[in-house]
């Protein structure tokens, strides 16, 4: 069935760094690819929608200058941590799916970071 | 205003009996609706999509039922195993490409 990589799966970095994360749909085209962040024992809260070709879509409260998404292909989207904070530290994780609504949306492992 | 609501955030059921999850939503008019599960430290893995005009979806030991005069989905495992204890989410599945939205998990324990 259709897979959604994402890495790393952890990371550890210092604070005032940035970070890259990954997520590539294998075996399908996704142009539009979503980010959640989930805290322990919290629910996923999407933070972001990834258009390829165009700009990211935030949600509000989620600031774009310091979680920079790039959908340069129709197979992967990043987002880069900038700046990175020890509030910042938490669980990624991506999702895409083949076509639109009424398919299953396939999601990523997920990426702890760990900012200390 | 929009909500989606599952009603526990955790269920404990032994071994054998089965489980019961409820989710529920106001003002919302999903097309589809869909359930996960998710493991600690995982990613949410698909369990089963219901459309609108489906009453009722069965997948092996996994039952979806859903109302949309109640606004409500219910999720049933039967003959439940300790490998069942997951957190299960629920998922509006509106129209158009837009992302799901989850509701925030009921964490099922299944003891032996």
């Known amino acids: 069935g259709a897979v959604v990589s994402q890495h790393p799966s952890r990371v550890i970095c210092k604070s005032g760094t940035s970070v890259k994360i990954e997520c590539r749909s294998l075996d399908f085209q996704a142009t539009t690819m979503f980010w959640y962040r989930q805290f322990p024992k919290q629910s996923l809260m999407l933070m972001a929608t990834s258009n390829e070709g165009s700009k990211a879509t935030y949600e509000q409260g989620v600031e774009k200058d310091k979680f920079l998404i790039n959908h340069a292909s129709l197979t992967l989207s990043t987002l880069t941590v900038t700046s990175a904070h020890p509030e910042d530290s938490s669980f990624y994780i991506c999702?895409?799916?083949?076509?639109?609504?009424?398919?299953?949306?396939?999601f990523g492992e997920g990426s702890w970071l760990t900012v200390v | 205003s929009q909500k989606i609501e599952q009603n526990s955030e955790a269920l404990n059921i032994q071994e054998g009996k089965t489980a019961t999850l409820t989710c529920n939503y106001t003002n919302y008019s999903p097309a589809y609706l869909q359930w996960y599960r998710q493991d600690p430290g995982r990613g949410p893995v698909f369990l089963l999509l219901i459309r609108e005009n489906e009453k009722e979806k069965r997948k092996e030991r996994l039952k979806v039922t859903f109302d949309t005069t109640l606004k409500q989905s219910l999720f049933h495992i039967t003959a439940s195993q300790p490998a069942d204890s997951a957190t299960y989410l629920c998922a509006l599945d509106l129209t158009g490409d837009t992302p799901l939205v989850f509701g925030k998990g009921t964490r099922l324990s299944v003891i032996a």
């Open positions: 999702s895409a799916r083949p076509g639109v609504s009424g398919n299953t949306i396939y």
